[in-house]
């Protein structure tokens, strides 16, 4: 495996490929941190030259290991201003993978204003000035490339929002019918890919073969059993793949942690409109598809193909922090227009999860009413439209509060809240308030065990045992994301020791390793390790790791509890 | 005495009830029962995995019920991104 860098600094754009060096043995996050922390000024500015977009697959990108698909895509966040990496699936981890490239590196700046794209197949990179595909949406963009590089590609794009170097936009993966569905969401790293002047990664397998494992017979073996446990898993067998993740809005709303109207109450009155059981039967009737894959080799299949009323395709089964995030946050419980704005995000490029939060904040300031579907679909076009308004929207939820004047801005690290109230599952809090990513449920997903009941249970109601629960998730999470894995193969691996060390034999018999689980627990903490030193040397302190302090002082309705964890807790985390 | 039920994630009862404008069972009983015994009165497709009464999760399934509860019964679930 190989690591691509490509330079945008000279004239003529310059491709190089290096051998992994330093960076050998890392993979996905832990390859797209570690160049950060090393390679990058921490003071450097996101949109900068000095900034570098690290697109990353996982230690198993490229094999036949089920669920391997995942990419990382890490820089200096421009709305953080701290490190990220923002995880997604779809095609492109795999046909990395195959290509040998562990990961590429965007670095540097164009001098103009012109507009790049960068082919890549097994013969070689192929960077060319392309000013017709200047400000075209995902959707559209991937159709012209598909016309002239064939149906077989996988694609990396920005909409324009990343060309606008908006602080909400996104990095686009192409899924397995050549869709832009897939999304590097969060921390705007599209707007740092837009900084680079690139605007689209085309990925071409054509002639290679899967990558070969050094024990062929054993990761063989392991991958089955591998996938045996997630099949008989309930939740990675049958949970997910009959609803997808937006089964969790009733269950959320039920527990009274469903953040309603920006933050203020913890359930929502239509939820039930737009749960995931509702949206798998319009699914069926409209002739889309519930139960689908985002990549080749998932067993899971928790994504999902959405029609509109007449039966064409409209987007993407929008996923359970989509539907709240432009749905209940908003007070709005049509589930077709969330599923319009959903297509709209993934075309213009912006995190749906940010914009949610955003409208919230923007409704908030009265620039629309509650439940204004049409209104904030509206403003999801402005950002197609580039006006002011658009850029405003675009660049989040802090930065909205600010041109409007609103204090309730449900932010850490200049990041938005995902879709579960902290006041109510104290343990998620603990995860927004600490996390290296700012505000960022995946990165230690306390909901497992605070409600799931997956792996353990942990009240989420009480400040006790949150801090140690959520650190534990963060050094496991920072593992799995490394490998390419979808994190949902940590449902069953927390409740099935078997299925857990066939990942790690699938590891060993890869690479010709001898990890244990205590090198597991190493290789996480080493992750967490370069992304929170990178932040400290960018300026941040324990104060940033800190909830809004709204979420201290006001209760939540049903259970009226405040976020209790305290700050002396909260500066233990990294303390391992 | 009365409770309400919610039932989630295809969990369904074989048995009819009287239900709410919501679709919600509407659960009669005279005797003080436990939420496991509620659970064998549904007779339910699927065992339910997690319990919530009037919001709470609830592990301890001999807890009572009382006038005016809710209860909302869901299988194994899961979404977001775990762990």
């Known amino acids: 495996m190989k690591i691509l860098r490509i330079n945008m600094n000279e004239d003529a754009p310059v491709a190089k490929f290096e051998d992994l060096g330093d960076y050998q043995g890392l993979g996905g996050r832990a390859i797209t941190s570690a160049i950060i922390s090393k390679e990058v000024d921490p003071l450097c500015h996101p949109l900068s030259a000095d900034n570098k977009l690290v697109i990353a697959c996982g230690l198993l990108g490229g094999t036949a290991a089920a669920m391997s698909g995942r990419v990382s895509v890490g820089c200096k966040s421009p709305l953080t201003g701290g490190i990220k990496e923002a995880n997604a699936g779809g095609q492109a981890g795999q046909v990395m993978g195959r290509l040998g490239i562990a990961a ?117 073996d392991a991958n089955k059993r591998f996938v045996a446990g997630l099949q008989k898993h309930p939740v990675t067998g049958q949970g997910l793949p009959a609803y997808g993740t937006n089964v969790l809005t009733n269950i959320i709303n039920e527990v009274g942690a469903y953040p309603t109207y920006n933050f203020k109450e913890g359930r929502f009155a239509g939820a039930r409109k737009i749960s995931g059981e509702v949206e798998a039967e319009l699914e069926k009737q409209r002739g889309g598809n519930p139960t689908h894959g985002c990549h080749r080799g998932c067993v899971i299949r928790c994504s999902g193909i959405y029609h509109d009323k007449d039966g064409n395709y409209l987007t993407k089964q929008p996923e359970y922090e989509t539907v709240w995030a432009l749905g209940g946050n908003c007070g709005i419980d049509d589930i077709d227009k969330i599923a319009m704005m959903d297509f709209l995000c993934d075309n213009y490029g912006v995190d749906t999860i940010e914009m949610g939060a955003t409208i919230g904040v923007a ?214 | 005495m009365k409770v309400t039920v919610k039932l989630f994630g295809g969990i369904k009862s074989d048995k009819e009830f009287q239900k709410n404008e919501e679709g919600n069972i509407i659960f009669e009983f005279s005797e003080p029962i436990t939420l496991s015994q509620l659970i064998e009165f549904l007779k339910l497709n699927k065992k339910p995995f997690i319990v919530i009464l009037n919001g709470i999760i609830i592990n301890d399934l001999s807890t009572k019920i009382k006038e005016s509860d809710e209860i909302s019964l869901f299988p194994p679930i899961a979404g977001g991104r775990l762990f």
Request: with cysteine; glycine share 10%; proline share 5%.
């Open chain 1, 104 to 220: 590429i590196v965007l670095e540097g700046k164009p001098k103009g204003e012109d507009t790049y794209k960068i082919y890549i197949s097994k013969d070689g990179v192929k960077i060319e000035k392309d000013n017709t595909i200047k400000m075209l949406p995902n959707y559209e963009l991937v159709e012209k490339m598909k016309k002239e590089f064939g149906e077989k590609i996988a694609c990396v794009s920005i909409g324009p929002a990343g060309e606008m170097k908006l602080s909400g936009a996104s990095v686009a993966i192409t899924d397995m019918e050549l869709r832009p569905t897939r999304h590097a969401g969060r921390g705007g790293v599209g707007a740092v890919m837009g900084s680079k002047g690139i605007k689209v990664i085309v990925l071409d397998d054509a002639g290679t073969t899967p990558r070969q494992p050094k024990d062929a017979e054993a990761f063989k």
């Open chain 1, 363 to 576: 409704m908030e300031a009265g620039l629309l009413k509650w439940g204004d579907a049409d209104g904030a679909i509206n403003l999801l076009h402005e950002i197609g439209k580039g006006s002011y308004l658009g850029r405003i929207i675009g660049n989040g939820a802090a930065f909205t509060g600010k041109a409007f004047g609103v204090e309730r801005v449900p932010v850490v690290k200049g990041q938005a809240l995902p879709a579960y109230d902290p006041r109510a599952i104290q343990g998620i809090g603990v995860t927004y308030a600490t996390s290296p990513m700012g505000a960022d449920h995946t990165a230690g997903y306390s909901i497992a065990l605070n409600v799931l009941k997956t792996g353990g249970f942990v009240d989420p109601l009480k400040p006790e045992g949150q801090v140690d629960l959520s650190r534990n998730l963060q050094i496991a999470t920072a593992f799995i994301d490394s490998t390419g894995m979808c994190l949902f193969i940590a449902f069953a691996l927390l409740d099935q020791p078997d299925t857990n060390q066939a990942l790690v034999d699938m590891i060993n018999a890869f690479y010709g390793w001898n990890m244990k689980d205590t090198d597991v627990v190493e290789y996480g903490k080493k992750v967490l390790k370069f992304e929170r030193d990178f932040n400290i040397r960018a300026g941040f302190t324990k104060q940033h790791d800190r909830l809004p302090r709204f979420f201290y002082k006001e209760p939540i309705p049903p259970h009226n509890t405040v976020f209790m964890v305290k700050d002396e807790e909260l500066d233990q985390l990294f303390n391992w």
